[in-house]
């Protein structure tokens, strides 16, 4: 089946920009979804389709994907951001869902 | 604003069954499919299978294929998940999730709470 790899941590001071990484075989082919989920808390969507935000989600939140690696870009970031986050695709091969591994963002 | 609300912590003995539930309001039941994803303690989440609340079609992971069933009651807008002859590796927090497409894109775009299940003897 597919597979999504995800760095496991990442870290960024308060006030500047952080990148996560989503890496698959010819990723940019599927559409890409990241979720944030605090801890103790249920996963949130943050963006979809590669690059779309829901409803409520800040602009500093913005995602890309092409080639074989897809990236969530969080600018500006706040003490509130800190969290892990997965990315997700459509397998059309399985019809299945898959998630990547997660990645925690620390805020220092 | 889309609800979906779980059912109540479990704990049951290896090799029982357990049933979850995740009543949906605020929107058409029928009109958006329903995943169930799962976190074990300290790990990600882990995509279990997906039900088209309209026919009742299923799609299941292939690790959980044998022991799973997905079910939907549209008359109450809600969701089941049961998971037979559990296991110690069961243990984990269980969610369901809307499942939205979108010109052949599947994402999750609204989360239930999530059910604890421990399964200890």
């Known amino acids: 089946s597919y597979v999504l790899t995800q760095p496991p941590s990442v870290s960024v001071a308060p006030g500047q920009t952080a990148s996560i990484s989503c890496g698959g075989d010819?990723?940019?082919?599927?559409?890409l979804h990241w979720y944030q989920q605090r801890p103790g808390q249920a996963p949130v969507l943050v963006v979809h389709?590669?690059?779309a935000r829901p409803s409520g989600i800040p602009a500093r939140f913005s995602g890309a994907n092409s080639g074989n690696t897809a990236t969530l870009t969080i600018s500006r970031v706040e003490a509130g951001d800190e969290a892990d986050y997965y990315c997700?695709?459509?397998?059309?091969?399985?019809?299945?869902?898959?998630f990547g591994g997660g990645t925690k963002l620390t805020v220092l | 604003q889309v609800y979906l609300v779980q059912s109540g912590p479990e704990v049951k003995s290896p090799g029982a069954s357990v049933k979850v539930s995740c009543k949906t309001s605020?929107?058409?039941?029928?009109?958006?499919?329903i995943s169930w994803v799962r976190q074990a303690p300290g790990q990600g989440l882990e995509w279990m299978g997906w039900?088209?609340?309209?026919?009742?079609?299923?799609k299941f992971a292939q690790s959980l294929q044998d022991r799973v069933s997905m079910t939907a009651d549209t008359a109450t807008s809600t969701a089941y998940l049961e998971l037979r002859s559990l296991r110690s590796d069961d243990t984990a927090l269980y969610f369901c999730?809307?499942?939205?497409?979108?010109?052949?894109?599947?994402?999750?775009?609204?989360w239930g709470q999530g059910t604890l299940v421990t399964v200890s003897s």
């Open positions: 999730a809307r499942d939205r497409s979108r010109d052949g894109s599947y994402y999750f775009d609204s």
């Open positions: 605020a929107y058409t039941f029928s009109g958006y499919g």
């Open positions: 039900i088209n609340t309209y026919n009742g079609n299923t």
């Open positions: 010819n990723i940019g082919s599927y559409s």
């Open positions: 389709d590669d690059s």
């Open positions: 997700q695709v459509w397998d059309r091969s399985s019809d299945h869902r898959v």
